[in-house]
């Protein structure tokens, strides 16, 4: 494989040397990396920059390269769920460990920090809103992992998982997936809480939410509350952390996934100040990413 030169149609380079949907060339980007899910957020990251060295953008794609306290941190934006995960991750890495003038997988691989700064409902009545949670593990419903050639099914947590949560034979089996433990050592203060996370592939009902729709599982937000597996309580849902870890895993990447808790299902309860909670876990992340 590192012999291997790769086509134009698997490696896709824009005119300008960059990567085909970051819009990046590899001088762009830092080796360490903040993902956001709205892209309006990169911003609201990069505000706080001492300067900002580029701007670009494509789709839901955004990164603002610059220093924060001295140290160079690309923050880009994912836009929702693990499909667009799925296209970051691959890319981020094309653009170290790939040389885009040979086409050939680099002698020497870089490894990047990636933090993921998301929003997140808690499913545990005693999570508040606007508290900080790191993912310690993410639990995959999306189905990502299993696109890639991998050994890292937790068959034993994945068969209970299909069993106490009624997962129907449709659904995608889960998969488990864990955080840097190196890199989540530098986030671990008082303020921030750990868990256990699922991702799932909508927000209403993948997350078991119901509008006018029924979701198919109807037990299924108590069933998710209840859940535990060797002491491991289920704590909060969203849609990229298990694409992220998983990915990352995969590459060789190191990864963590903070979320700003705005919502709580079991209680019913919506963060009243989003904004602020959402800006004040930036600060955090900022704050702590320049301390490694
Ligand atoms: O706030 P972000 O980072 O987008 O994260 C969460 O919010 C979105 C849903 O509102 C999903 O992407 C979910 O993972
Ligand atoms: O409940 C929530 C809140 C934010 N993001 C999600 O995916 N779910």
């Known amino acids: 494989m590192d012999k291997h030169v790769f086509s134009d149609s698997e490696l896709i380079l824009n005119n300008d040397g960059s990567i085909y949907h970051l819009n990046l060339r590899p001088d762009q980007l830092a080796h360490t990396i903040i993902t956001v899910g709205d892209p309006e957020r990169v911003q609201e990251v990069s505000k706080y920059f001492d300067h900002i060295e580029f701007r670009t953008g494509k789709r839901e794609f955004h990164t603002h390269t610059g220093t924060y306290k001295g140290k160079r941190i690309s923050v880009i934006s994912t836009g929702i ?13 094309a653009l170290v460990n ?10 020497e691989l870089i490894s990047l920090d990636i933090i993921r700064v998301g929003t997140t409902g808690a499913v545990q009545p005693n999570i508040p809103v606007d508290s900080f949670l790191l993912s310690q593990r993410g639990i995959g419903f999306d189905s990502l992992l299993h696109w890639y050639d991998n050994d890292l ?8 998982l ?15 997936v864990q955080c840097n433990k190196e890199l989540s050592k530098h986030f ?3 303020e921030m ?26 037990e299924l ?4 509350a209840n859940f535990n597996y060797e002491g491991h309580q289920i704590t909060n849902l969203e849609m990229e952390t298990s694409g992220i870890y998983a990915m990352a895993n995969l590459l060789g990447h190191r990864a963590v996934s903070l979320n700003a ?11 009243e100040q989003p904004e602020k909670t959402v800006d004040e876990l930036i600060q955090f992340t900022l704050e702590r990413i320049a301390a490694i």
Do not use: C, H, W
Request: hydrophobic share 35%; no cysteine; aromatic share 8%.
């Open 98 to 107: 790939i040389d885009f003038k040979t086409r050939k997988i680099k002698s």
């Open 261 to 271: 808790v705005l919502a709580n299902r079991a209680t019913g309860n919506f963060s």
């Open 162 to 176: 299909v069993k106490e949560l009624k997962l129907s034979d449709d659904m995608a089996t889960p998969y488990i």
């Open 193 to 218: 809480l750990n868990g256990t996370t699922i991702t799932n592939v909508g927000f209403y009902g993948p997350q078991s939410r119901r509008l006018r729709l029924a979701p198919s599982n109807k």
């Open 188 to 190: 671990q203060t008082f």
């Open 81 to 93: 769920g693990t499909d667009n995960i799925d296209i970051v991750f691959n890319e981020l890495d």
């Open 221 to 224: 937000k108590n069933l998710i």
């Open 153 to 160: 099914a937790d068959k034993t947590f994945a068969d209970a």
